[in-house]
């Protein structure tokens, strides 16, 4: 096959990698998953590999674009659905997926975040075509709720073939093996890291005769929107002198809104609306306090850019959270508004021994994408080292994952393989254009857009 042939070539000849990486969150959409393929992608490009990204159409950004170090984007013509999501097709996305793995002579396919429709379609196809794949998942889900339940069981899907799976911390690692059935051998963890060049302390120390406390996030219940409406009052009521920036737009903007009005605080609670990326570090620099309230969390990059700026972080005791930061760099409370309030009271008593170039010099020497770059290679070639197994092989997976989801697994990926075997006939590919390879100078900093 096709793929086996790339795959020995790297074996042999101990070549680049050749990534595609998948996922419906890419630019110009702006997240923690966003950032995290845009970065990990510039620093594998800067240590000589080949990587493609492939993600749905946004807005007219349609087609192939080239981004910062020649990093190529396949902005394919589906619409988003629902969050981004593109509508499952099932096998909708072979052909072009097809194309692109021939076209670029892609050895590994690298698909992010479990909610993304298009990233489980092309782990499907790509091992139906005889591709190693890798999952790398940014979240938490729950086991209890209707929508997490047929989460995971989709997770399940995907999971029971792929090669190798990355989580983004510890705890993130469990609760994706307990979903996923996944074997733990098969899971590494890989942190986020931050642009340590882009987030940056101010150059002149603020005034500490006004406390300020920045919020940055998508106000959604799931960030914890809710808890800021109760604690943002008390903590104004106890500190005359404290006030508030709110960065970030969503359903629950309204009920912040209202208490604003309803307790009279216009003046001190500032609200922004969304804030573009390359905006948030002028956001951070102008407070004292990063206040995260998130309800779940499995890694939180916000909290990594507030704190390489300079910000001392008050934060609920949720997923991940605890492995983000030192004990001394972040103060942790339960998600419940009164804990919150005190977390809050105790980050403003230690806020005099806070130094914010010190912080930061110390986040440069904790994360940094050129580390998570590297520790990814790692995984990638544990993932090419493995053997390939014949579909029958693959298909006794399936089965095991339920007496009857199991069954309709086997009937999903038979159909796959059996269109596929289709289009090698009708286009075989021998007769798809192979791309010529290029490589453009790199600076030394790959984190910098």
């Not at 097709?89 to 298009?118: C, D, M, N, W």
Request: charged share 20%.
């Amino acid at each position: 096959m096709y793929a086996e042939k790339v795959n020995s070539m790297m074996g042999e000849q101990k070549e680049r990698f050749r990534i595609l990486m998948v996922s419906d969150f890419f630019y110009p959409n702006f997240g923690g998953v966003e950032n995290h393929i845009y970065y990990l992608a510039q620093c594998l490009i800067k240590l000589g590999h080949k990587v493609v990204v492939m993600t749905h159409a946004y807005g007219n950004r349609s087609g192939v674009r080239y981004m910062t170090g020649g990093l190529k984007v396949y902005y394919i013509p589906w619409t988003p659905f629902v969050m981004q999501n593109t509508l499952p097709t099932f096998y909708g996305t072979l052909p072009i997926i097809r194309t692109i793995l021939v076209r670029e002579k892609i050895s590994l396919v690298h698909g992010h975040q479990a909610f993304s429709t298009l990233c489980h379609e092309a782990l499907m196809h790509a091992r139906t075509m005889g591709y190693k794949a890798v999952f790398t998942d940014h979240s938490l889900y729950g086991f209890s709720d209707v929508g997490s339940i047929h989460m995971n069981k989709v997770l399940q899907f995907t999971l029971a073939d792929v090669t190798q799976a990355i989580c983004v911390s510890h705890t993130s690692k469990e609760n994706t093996v307990l979903r996923s059935g996944l074997l733990l051998e098969k899971v590494f963890v890989i942190p986020n890291a931050v642009d340590t060049a882009m987030f940056k302390p101010a150059a002149k120390r603020l005034s500490r005769d006004e406390i300020v406390i920045v919020v940055i996030s998508r106000l959604v219940y799931r960030k914890g929107a809710d808890l800021l409406v109760e604690v943002i009052p008390e903590v104004c009521r106890l500190y005359p002198f404290v006030c508030f920036i709110v960065g970030g737009d969503g359903p629950k903007r309204v009920r912040l809104e209202e208490m604003r009005e309803k307790h009279s605080l216009q003046d001190r609670v500032e609200m922004l609306g969304a804030v573009p990326h390359a905006q948030v570090r002028s956001v951070l620099v102008s407070g004292h306090i990063f206040l995260n309230s998130s309800l779940t969390e499995a890694f939180c990059i916000a909290i990594l850019e507030a704190a390489s700026c300079g910000l001392l972080t008050v934060s609920t005791r949720v997923g991940g959270v605890p492995e983000v930061l030192p004990d001394d760099m972040i103060v942790l409370a339960e998600p419940d508004p009164g804990d919150m309030v005190h977390a809050i009271k105790k980050a403003i008593s230690i806020l005099p021994m806070i130094d914010p170039q010190v912080m930061h010099n110390r986040m440069k020497g904790l994360y940094d994408w050129h580390d998570v770059a590297k520790r990814t290679e790692i995984v990638y070639d544990h993932t090419l080292k493995c053997t390939n197994q014949s579909l029958l092989e693959r298909l006794s997976r399936y089965l095991s994952c339920g007496s009857w989801a199991g069954k309709l697994f086997c009937l999903v990926m038979i159909i796959d393989f059996l269109l596929w075997r289709l289009l090698q006939l009708w286009q075989p590919a021998e007769r798809i254009e192979e791309v010529p390879d290029f490589t453009m100078f790199h600076d030394e900093d790959c984190s910098r857009p």
